[in-house]
């Protein structure tokens, strides 16, 4: 483990975490102005044998993948290929049944597509065609509050047959094509097989995946309810590339995506300032009607939304994912950060925040 001068307190606080908050296992890792100023892990990967987490353990991401996922569809953009306003449909015709032939993109990427749950179930959740023409055929929510509703796991198969029907490859192989191959990037959407062994175990602890009451709004999600943990942990799920929930990283791999929308690391950079400030750009605001809090949407980024999800500065942009983890930057500060662990909890988590914290006090301790 490792950092700069000046960001000690940040290992200080990951080691609370430990002491103080029972962390079972964790990375967290910094960037400031395309420098790497911490590299932290620490605690155990799987609990059930004991493997500790090193400095090449890879974790699931959960939603945090969304934001390399939504890197995608801007250099799609950047490309002229497609634009924000544009109607899905125009390049996936099939969509435009049962009245969507007017949702656009940029109303995907915000969770305004109405397609929040998969009306046929989830029988076929690793099958990408059956559950993207699933979608294709179904009528949006007629619930006036699912316009502004999280598209948890749905969000991922609108972006990728989106992508597929531009470009021809899936989200998973145009990122490591056009982000991880040139970034030097440890992010896959689809876990590789020959990394299987470097995952960390995810681990759910009583009470936090939820079984019902369900009603017309609040249906359950898949992955949120008892024994889903096994299909987490299990190479079928590792391997299938969910662009929504299903991508593995590294912290350091994570902050470096994010460092690298705010300027060149080792001289590359793929989106353009222009670009990123389009992603940014805030689309929609609102709460979230089934857990009431607040949401604020860029293009598939989310943006602060008043509760320091990703610490106290107002530009902050980027991602989080299921159980608490956090990935995404800080403009104004010149900043981007990661912080994976694989035990899962909800409500109140200060893990992230005490690490967002101290990386905010470094940068400040040091006149950067």
Known sequence: MWTATGFEDVAAAFERNFVERGE???AFAAYHRGELVADLWGGTADPA???PWDRDTVHLMFSGTKGPSSACVLLLVQRRRIALDDPVSRYWPE???EGKERVTIAEVLSHQARLPWVEAGYADLLDHDAMAAHLAVQAPASDPRAGFMYHAVTWGWLVDELVRRVDG????????DE????LGLEVWIGLPDDLHSRAATMVAPDGVLVDGPWDELNRPN???IPGAEQLWNSAEYRGAGLPAVGGY????????FYASLLGEVDGVRVLSPETVELGRKEIRRGTEPTWGAPMVYGAGFELQAGERRMGDEPDAFGHGGAGGSRHGAWPGREAAFSYLMN???VGPDPRSITLLDALSRGIRATGR
């Open 24 to 26: 079972v296992g964790a």
């Open 49 to 51: 044998t004991g493997r």
């Open 95 to 97: 969509f435009g049944a």
């Open 169 to 176: 490859r899936t989200v998973g192989q145009f990122f490591a």
């Open 179 to 182: 982000f991880a191959a040139p």
């Open 222 to 224: 898949p992955l949120w």
């Open 249 to 256: 990283a590294t912290a350091r791999g994570m902050a470096r």
């Open 343 to 345: 035990e899962l909890r």
